[in-house]
C-alpha cells in the first residue's frame, strides 16, 4: 500500500470514452507496463430522512469499496455540517446498512462507479477507470499509486513525472487539491493549518479521492440536468450513443 | 558364556595360524637351491602344519562342550540385523540413492562457489587479511557489545533516523534503522564488521525473528543490492569503526530516496524506479543506469 | 478476461451459498466466584486451547441504540475494544432471539464486523446513542467451533472506563457457550447441548429467554 493520486482525465471533444481508455491502454503497454488484472470502485449513498422536530439534520452516509481491499467496506458519513468522520470496516457491514433501512435509504439513481484494467510498472500501480453512474459513462478517472512510499510530499514529483510522461496529462507542480494544507479543529477545539501532504497514506485516503471525485460527477449531473430542462435530476443524460457537444464533453453510454 | 568365548578366541588362533601357513609357504625358499635352506624351509612347515592340527583338535573339543542355551542371547541391537533384510521392506534404497545425489550436489555446488569465491578480490574473511599483514592488532572481530554500543550511539543521527539495537546471535548485534518515513534497513553486524543488510519499505514489517526476507517492492530491493555493493566498498577491518560510520552516513542520505531527481539525466523515473544509487563519496543520487556512464 | 464482481455480489454469494456465519447459537449460566476455580480445572480437561494457560481477555462493551421511525425496536449494536491490547474494534449486530421449545439453545441472528477506532463517533453521528456499557474480563475456551467464556462483568462508573476501581456486578461470573454459524446447521444445538451436559452439575447451562427478563419488575 502506498500513495495514491486519483486524476480525472479530460475528454478531448468528439472521442468516445471507450477511445481513450484503449489509446491509454495502448499507450501504458508499449511504455512498458504489465496489464494486471482489473479494478473496481464502487460507492452508494445513503440519506437518513431529517428530523426537524429533534434537530437532527439530514446526513449522508457513503459506502464505498474498491477491490484493492477486497475484505474491506469503506464508510464516510456527512454529518450535514461539515464534518466528515470515516470508518473502515468488515464488508459485512453492508448488511448493517441494510438494518437501518428505516433511518437511511439507499439513492439508487446515484450509485457510482469506476471500473476498468489495473496496469503495474515497477512499484506503481496505474488504473484506467471509466467512471459510470446507472450505466452511463460519466468520465475516465485515472488512479496512480506508487506502493513503496507512504507520504505524498516524499513522492510527488515522481508521480506528476508518471503522469505526464505516461499520461501525457498537465498536472501543476501543486499538491493535488485532496493533499492541499487545510485547517482542521484540533481535539482542544482549536484551528490549526494541517499538511495533508505529510501524513502517511492510509487506503481510506484513496477512498476519499474516489469520493471526491464522484461527488463532482453527481453535482456535475444534476447541474447538467437541471439546465437542459429535462426531468430532473433522475434523468441526466443523453441517452444518445453518438457524441453530444454538453457540457460534459463527449457523454457516451458503455455497456460493461 | 566363557566356554562360548574360548571357543571363539581359539577359532581365530585356528584362522590366523592358518593364513601364517600359507604366507609362509607363499614367500617360498630364498631361491638358492641351497639344501639346508630348504630344510629348514620344510621343517618350519611341518611345525606349522602340527600347530594347526592340534589347534583343529582343540577348536573340536571345544566345540563339543559347547551346550545349547536355554535361552536366546540378548545381542541388543545386532539382533534386528537378522531381520527385515529384504531391501525393498526396509525402503533404504530410495533413500540412498537421495542422499547420494543430495551429496554429489553439494559438491559440486561448493566446488563452484569455492572457485568463485576464489576470483573475488572483495573477499573479506580474516583469514584472509590476517595472512597478509599478519602483526596488525585486528579489533574488529574482538566482540565487545560495549563498544558497538558506544559506536552507534556516537554516530551523529540526523533526527529523522532512529536505531534500534538488539542482539538475538549472543553477543552480535543487528541494529535496525528506520529513516523518516521511507524505509527501514536492518544491519547484522558480527564484532564491529557489517555482515549483511537488509533493506524494506516503511510500511513493511522488519522484525529480529525476520531479517532476511527481502522486500516485496522493487525500489528496495533494488536498494539492497546497492547497499551491500556499498558494505563491500566500505569494508575495512583495520579501521572498522570509520567503515561503520560512514557507510551509515551513505545510508543515511537514503532520506531522499524519492525526493531528488538523478544527477545525471534529472528526471525521477528510469525503468520504473527512482534514483537508487548514492554516490559513495558526494552521496548524489543516480539512476543505476546513469551511474556508469 | 473476468472482471472484478462487486463487494455486494459476493456478499450476498456468501450469503447464499451459505458460508457466512450469520447465526448466534447461544447457552449461557452463571456460577458463584467460590466455584469457578472448579469450572476452569473442568474446562480446562475439555477444551482444545488449554496448551498453556487459558486465553484471557478484558473487553469494554458499549451499546449504542438508534431510534428508527416505523418501528418500536430500537436498533442495537455493540461495539467491543479489547483493553490493554491493539485490536481492531468489534462490531456486533444480535437480533431478536428466537427461544423455540424444540431447539436446544437459543438462537438469534448475529453479524461480527472488525471496526477501525473511529466506529464510535461513526455510529454517534449517524445518529445512535449510548444505551450502556460494561466492562467483561475473564477466560476464553475453545472447543472445536464452540466458544466457551468464562467472564465477570464490572460496571463503569461513567467517564473512567479504564480505572480498576470500577466494581464488579455480582459475586458470580457469567458463563457462555456460543457457536455462531451460517444458516442451516442444525446439528450444532446438539452439539453444544451434549457439551453443556459434560460441564454439569458445576454449571446449568440454559436458554434465557430475554423477553420473560424484561418483563420482571
Keep these: ?256 | 558364556m566363557d566356554k562360548l568365548n574360548c571357543t571363539l578366541t581359539a577359532v581365530k588362533n585356528l584362522r590366523s595360524n592358518v593364513r601364517q601357513c600359507f604366507e609362509h609357504l607363499a614367500d617360498g625358499t630364498d631361491g638358492e637351491g641351497v639344501e639346508e635352506s630348504r630344510n629348514k624351509f620344510v621343517h618350519d612347515f611341518q611345525e606349522k602344519f602340527g600347530a594347526i592340527n592340534s589347534q583343529l583338535r582343540e577348536v573340536e573339543q571345544l566345540i563339543n562342550g559347547l551346550q545349547v542355551p536355554p535361552t536366546a542371547y540378548s545381542l541388543g541391537n545386532t539382533a534386528y540385523l537378522a531381520q527385515e533384510t529384504s531391501q525393498d521392506r526396509q525402503a533404504l534404497y530410495p533413500q540412498l540413492v537421495n542422499s547420494y545425489k543430495w551429496i554429489d550436489k553439494v559438491h559440486d555446488h561448493s566446488f563452484l562457489a569455492f572457485n568463485n569465491l576464489n576470483q573475488n578480490t572483495l573477499r573479506r574473511s580474516y583469514n584472509y587479511c590476517s595472512q597478509k599483514r599478519p602483526r596488525l592488532p585486528f579489533s574488529s572481530f574482538n566482540n565487545d557489545p560495549d563498544h558497538i554500543d558506544k559506536l552507534l550511539s556516537e554516530i551523529n543521527t540526523p533526527p529523522h533516523t532512529s536505531y534500534r539495537v538488539f542482539r538475538p546471535f549472543g553477543s552480535n548485534a543487528v541494529a535496525i534503522v528506520t529513516i523518516s518515513n521511507v524505509l527501514k534497513a536492518a544491519i547484522v553486524f558480527k564484532g564491529v564488521l557489517i555482515e549483511w543488510v537488509t533493506v524494506k519499505g516503511y510500511d513493511e514489517p522488519l522484525e529480529q525473528d525476520d531479517l532476511w526476507a527481502e522486500s516485496r517492492y522493487e525500489v528496495f530491493r533494488k536498494v539492497q543490492e546497492h547497499a551491500h555493493s556499498a558494505m563491500l566498498h566500505f569494508f575495512s577491518p583495520t579501521l572498522p569503526d570509520l567503515a561503520v560510520k560512514s557507510y551509515v552516513t551513505w545510508l543515511n542520505s537514503h532520506i531522499k530516496l524519492f525526493l531528488e531527481p538523478c544527477k545525471r539525466c534529472s528526471k525521477y523515473i528510469a525503468n520504473g524506479l527512482p534514483p537508487t544509487w548514492r554516490d559513495l563519496r558526494t552521496l548524489e543520487p543516480f539512476h543505476e543506469e546513469c551511474r556508469n556512464c | 478476461m473476468a472482471s472484478v464482481s462487486s463487494a455486494r455480489e459476493s456478499l450476498s454469494h456468501a450469503l447464499n451459498n451459505r458460508f457466512l456465519p450469520n447465526l448466534e447459537y447461544l447457552l449461557q449460566g452463571s456460577i458463584l466466584d467460590s466455584a469457578v476455580e472448579h469450572l476452569m480445572h473442568r474446562l480446562k480437561g475439555l477444551c482444545d486451547n488449554v496448551d498453556t494457560s487459558p486465553e484471557t481477555f478484558h473487553d469494554l462493551e458499549v451499546c449504542m441504540s438508534l431510534r428508527q421511525p416505523n418501528s418500536n425496536q430500537p436498533l442495537l449494536l455493540r461495539v467491543r475494544r479489547a483493553l490493554g491490547r491493539d485490536a481492531p474494534f468489534q462490531m456486533r449486530y444480535l437480533g431478536q432471539p428466537e427461544v423455540d421449545q424444540r431447539r436446544p439453545t437459543l438462537v438469534r441472528s448475529c453479524m461480527d464486523c472488525a471496526c477501525t477506532n473511529g466506529i464510535l463517533e461513526f455510529l454517534t453521528e449517524m445518529g445512535f446513542r449510548l444505551e450502556f456499557e460494561y466492562i467483561a474480563k475473564g477466560y476464553m475456551f475453545r472447543k472445536g467451533r464452540m466458544k466457551i467464556t468464562v467472564s465477570k462483568l464490572i460496571k463503569i462508573i461513567p467517564g473512567k472506563q479504564q480505572d480498576m476501581a470500577n466494581e464488579p456486578i455480582s459475586q458470580s461470573y457469567i458463563v457462555e457457550l456460543s457457536v455462531v454459524a451460517p444458516t442451516g446447521q442444525e446439528n450444532v444445538g446438539e452439539e453444544m447441548r451434549v457439551f453443556a451436559e459434560q460441564l454439569k452439575p458445576l454449571v446449568q447451562l440454559d436458554k434465557i429467554d430475554y423477553k420473560r427478563l424484561g418483563s420482571m419488575p
Aim: net charge neutral.
Design chain 1, 1 to 256: 500500500m502506498g500513495v495514491t493520486v486519483l486524476q480525472p482525465y479530460p475528454m478531448p471533444e468528439g472521442k468516445s470514452g471507450a477511445h481513450i481508455i484503449d489509446y491509454l491502454g495502448k499507450r501504458l503497454l508499449s511504455l512498458g507496463a504489465t496489464h494486471a488484472g482489473q479494478f473496481l470502485v464502487d460507492c452508494e449513498t445513503f440519506i437518513s430522512t431529517p428530523q426537524p422536530h429533534n434537530g437532527t439534520p439530514g446526513r449522508a452516509v457513503h459506502v464505498l469499496h474498491n477491490s484493492e481491499y477486497p475484505a474491506s467496506t469503506f464508510s464516510i458519513i456527512d454529518s450535514g455540517t461539515g464534518k466528515q468522520v470515516s470508518l473502515v470496516a468488515d464488508s459485512i457491514f453492508d448488511l448493517l446498512m441494510l438494518k437501518m433501512t428505516n433511518t437511511f435509504t439507499s439513492k439508487k439513481q446515484t450509485k457510482i462507479e469506476s471500473r476498468g484494467a489495473r496496469f503495474e510498472y515497477g512499484d506503481f500501480v496505474i488504473k484506467l477507470g471509466s467512471v459510470t453512474m446507472m450505466e452511463h459513462f460519466k468520465g475516465i478517472l485515472i488512479e496512480i499509486e506508487y506502493k513503496s512510499c507512504m507520504i505524498l510530499a516524499y513522492c510527488w514529483e515522481m508521480i506528476r513525472e508518471m503522469l505526464q510522461g505516461f499520461l501525457n496529462i498537465n498536472v501543476g507542480k501543486d499538491f493535488p487539491t485532496y493533499f492541499a494544507t487545510q485547517t482542521i479543529m484540533t481535539a482542544m477545539g482549536q484551528q490549526q493549518l494541517h499538511a495533508k501532504h505529510n501524513d502517511l497514506y492510509e487506503p481510506t485516503d484513496t477512498v476519499k479521492q474516489y469520493l471526491e471525485q464522484f461527488t463532482n460527477y453527481r453535482k456535475h449531473v444534476s447541474m447538467h440536468g437541471s439546465l437542459s430542462g429535462t426531468s430532473g435530476i433522475q434523468q441526466p443524460v443523453h441517452m444518445s450513443s453518438s457524441p453530444v457537444m454538453g457540457a460534459a464533453g463527449g457523454l457516451v453510454l458503455i455497456r460493461s
